[in-house]
């Protein structure tokens, strides 16, 4: 977040930059699609530190931690309304937690509401998805 902060930034540029020590070693297991859209700086920070969450998530307990899951990462712009998904799929089972820490708090929470939006965090049988819908 550091080389980004207080930059409008593309959300390619944003995901990649997140995602750099996953994508040489795993990246054909990322996948990253989506039409330019720019970012003001505070949506940035926020939407950085959840997928920086999401990674960190999906290396330990998810669809990175093996060898064969992968990372879909897409994001829609209509009309001034605005969609990012994080879909895992191929990873081990999953389950909801039974407790909520801050990571879960910080993506289904904090980030929709700085950036004034709404967050759907699903655990679904085959992998994580997040979808942030915001303006």
């Known amino acids: 977040l550091l080389k980004l902060d207080g930059q409008n930034v593309e959300v390619r540029k944003l995901v990649e930059v997140q995602l750099e020590s996953f994508l040489s070693a795993k990246s054909t297991r990322i996948q990253i699609a989506g039409p330019a859209l720019t970012l003001p700086p505070d949506s940035v920070r926020s939407l950085g530190m959840a997928i920086h969450e999401l990674a960190t998530n999906a290396t330990k307990h998810g669809a990175l931690s093996n060898a064969t899951g992968q990372v879909a990462i897409q994001w829609s ?8 998904i994080w879909r895992e799929h191929g990873g081990p089972p999953v389950a909801a ?28 049988p085959d992998g994580v998805k997040w979808t942030l819908h915001f303006q």
């Open 97 to 124: 937690p039974q407790t909520s820490g801050f990571g879960r708090t910080l993506i289904e929470k904090i980030v929709p509401q700085q950036m004034d939006g709404r967050a759907e965090l699903q655990y679904l």
């Open 77 to 84: 712009s209509v009309q001034g309304h605005h969609e990012f």
